[in-house]
């Protein structure tokens, strides 16, 4: 029809201005971490691609990273109730045809509800009564139909259409307000004042203080422990306990940043404590290396180490806001950004790979059990070590099994990680 080649038409024109092409390309890089792994992030990853990067085209270019975070927000809720619309808009009208277009309206309505719940009820007995299930299977169309099938492409009829009808949606995905710029303490309890305030961040200051004196004593200036007590035990006891302290540092500096803005004195002592704080991350950091040092890797210590690099970061904000007087939402927006950045960056990163590979590779106090068992991708590192013999020939074959031969189950990890065994299988090493 004349109404469909137009919105086709004014699809094609917000793609081929120039301004739509920025929702393709963010929708292809929020994609290549399914690519590199199938997994539950990298799902998550590629959906957000989905509804931002089509926000971006429905938007007719980019509107601004908070402005295409909340209408892709809202295209997430939108869209199926668009398609709802036009299925229902599809239907015959009352007077539509004639009385022919009446009963047709009349039957559909009086037929969607009870088949529709119908399939739902046959298919929850059909996987709890075998008996039923077996009946059904006795039937010849049961062999050529399957609701599971049938319920997918359903689905994904409902799921495509919005997309088919993008400038259509442009009015709806406009967000009319941006709520992070209401983000801060607006009402706070009375126990938040600023003499309380002043007073805490004093306190504060002096308690950090004490702590980063030690750390300077024991871990820089080879100050002798007491006695029964390791450098290591010394690092693994305060590396997590030290990062949480940052964690509730920031935050409170976080809320009670709002009342140093014309007290100079107060963002002063404010500022002394971040720099405290920041040191206390660096000291966490020196902690849990040393302790790594000492005992390897693990998929624990490695992400705490990519965490608390994080902190480290989102601590640099901070001080800028309290430097430049910005408000929360600027460091909450900067601070998720950077969160979503190093999630994204981890999505290519093979923590098993990275721990045989340190593990193997460094004087620590090897653990054979959780090296052998770490999975399939630590299986190259493990083979072409000089301690290829570490694990027993059976766990070889269990990870080697335990490789993804499906198509649907493919990724590129997957796939480097057979080529690295098969090459190292014509080398004449065993599997």
Request: overall charge positive.
């Amino acid at each position: 029809s004349s109404a469909a080649s137009d919105v086709y038409k004014r699809q094609a024109l917000t793609l081929t201005n120039g301004r739509g092409w920025g929702g393709l390309v963010l929708g292809f890089f929020l994609s290549l971490p399914l690519i590199e792994q199938p997994q539950t992030l990298s799902l998550i990853f590629w959906a957000t691609g989905i509804l931002a990067g089509t926000t971006w085209i429905a938007l007719g270019g980019y509107p601004g990273l908070k402005a295409l975070f909340f209408s892709a927000f809202r295209l997430s809720y939108i869209a199926p109730i668009r398609s709802f619309l036009a299925l229902r808009n599809t239907l015959p009208g009352p007077t539509s045809a004639g009385p022919l277009g009446s009963h047709l309206r009349q039957f559909a309505l009086g037929w969607a509800l009870p088949l529709l719940l119908g399939l739902v009820f046959l298919g929850l007995l059909l996987s709890a009564n075998p008996v039923i299930e077996n009946w059904v299977q006795h039937i010849d169309i049961a062999s050529k139909f399957s609701f599971w099938r049938l319920c997918f492409w359903l689905s994904m009829a409902l799921l495509i259409w919005p997309f088919l009808i993008l400038t259509g949606l442009r009015d709806r995905l406009i967000s009319p307000q941006n709520p992070l710029a209401s983000i801060g303490p607006q009402r706070l309890p009375s126990i938040i004042n600023p003499a309380a305030i002043r007073r805490s961040l004093i306190m504060f200051n002096l308690l950090f203080a004490v702590q980063t004196l030690t750390d300077v004593a024991f871990l820089w200036g080879d100050a002798s422990l007491p006695e029964g007590m390791t450098y290591a035990t010394y690092a693994h006891r305060g590396a997590y306990p030290l990062l949480a302290t940052a964690l509730l540092a920031g935050g409170f500096a976080l809320i009670v940043r709002p009342f140093t803005d014309f007290d100079r004195p107060l963002r002063l002592i404010l500022l002394a404590w971040m720099v405290q704080t920041m040191i206390l991350v660096i000291s966490s950091l020196l902690r849990l290396e040393l302790y790594i040092e000492v005992y390897g890797l693990t998929r624990l210590r490695l992400a705490a180490l990519i965490w608390i690099a994080l902190v480290a970061c989102t601590l640099i904000l901070l001080i800028w806001q309290i430097i430049r007087q910005h408000s929360a939402g600027w460091l909450l927006s900067r601070g998720g950004m950077l969160g979503v950045i190093t999630l994204y960056a981890c999505m290519f990163l093979s923590f098993d790979r990275t721990i045989a590979r340190y593990n193997l590779t460094h004087p620590v106090l090897l653990d054979p059990a959780y090296i052998c068992n770490l999975g399939s991708a630590a299986l190259p590192e493990i083979l072409s070590s000089d301690q290829k013999n570490l694990c027993h020939e059976r766990a070889y074959i269990t990870h080697y099994s335990a490789i993804p031969t499906d198509w649907r189950e493919w990724g590129f990890r997957d796939w480097r990680v057979l080529r690295s065994l098969n090459q190292i299988q014509t080398q004449g090493a065993p599997l």
